[in-house]
């Protein structure tokens, strides 16, 4: 289970590259275990969690309510429906990949900024196309982490599988 989860580092520059106001509604399509909605509702006035998984939603509900988040909202709806219907929304994490061209369309008609997720670079090269179609494509990063651990009384690194993070930028 280890690569089926965002990794804290990867959490904390898709945030900073956000650059979150406690006054700003987050949307974090395909929000899985919850741990980028997690963070996101510390820097975030109000976070909608969303995954069209129903045990992910289950389990995640469960968790914001025995953490008594009060800024958290879980949905269970596919990513696309739910910007369709949404009112508001400032930034957008993508962290599922499904359907993101369509997405990308409905987010730059309702947000200022997102950022896509991507262990695929064939995906990542599709996202950064879309968003230069639209006119919001504002930088493509490759992270690369390793983490050390014990080896015959020293220290060795096991890499984890290297992110893609793509971000976009609606400008006035």
């Keep these: 289970m280890e690569g089926c989860y965002t990794k804290d580092e990867i959490i904390s520059i898709v945030l900073d590259k956000l650059n979150p106001s406690k006054d700003e509604i987050f949307v974090d399509i395909g929000c899985g275990t919850g741990r980028v909605s997690l963070k996101a509702s510390k820097v975030f006035k109000k976070v909608f969690a969303v995954d069209v998984d129903d045990k992910a939603v289950k389990n995640f509900k469960a968790r914001v309510e025995d953490l008594c988040i009060g800024n958290i909202e879980v949905v269970h709806s596919h990513g696309k429906k739910f910007l369709a219907t949404a009112e508001k929304i400032d930034k957008i994490f993508f962290g599922?990949?499904?359907?993101?061209?369509?997405?990308?369309?409905?987010?730059?008609?309702?947000?200022?900024?997102?950022?896509?997720?991507?262990?695929?670079?064939?995906?990542?090269?599709?996202?950064?196309?879309?968003?230069?179609?639209?006119?919001?494509?504002?930088?493509?990063?490759l992270i690369n982490i390793s983490k050390g651990y014990d080896l015959a009384g020293g220290v060795a690194f096991k890499p984890y599988n290297p992110i893609f993070i793509v971000t976009g930028e609606v400008r006035s």
Excluded: H
């Design 96 to 141: 599922g990949t499904k359907d993101i061209e369509d997405m990308l369309d409905i987010a730059v008609k309702k947000s200022k900024m997102f950022a896509v997720n991507l262990a695929r670079m064939d995906t990542a090269v599709r996202v950064t196309a879309k968003m230069k179609d639209l006119g919001v494509f504002k930088e493509i990063l």
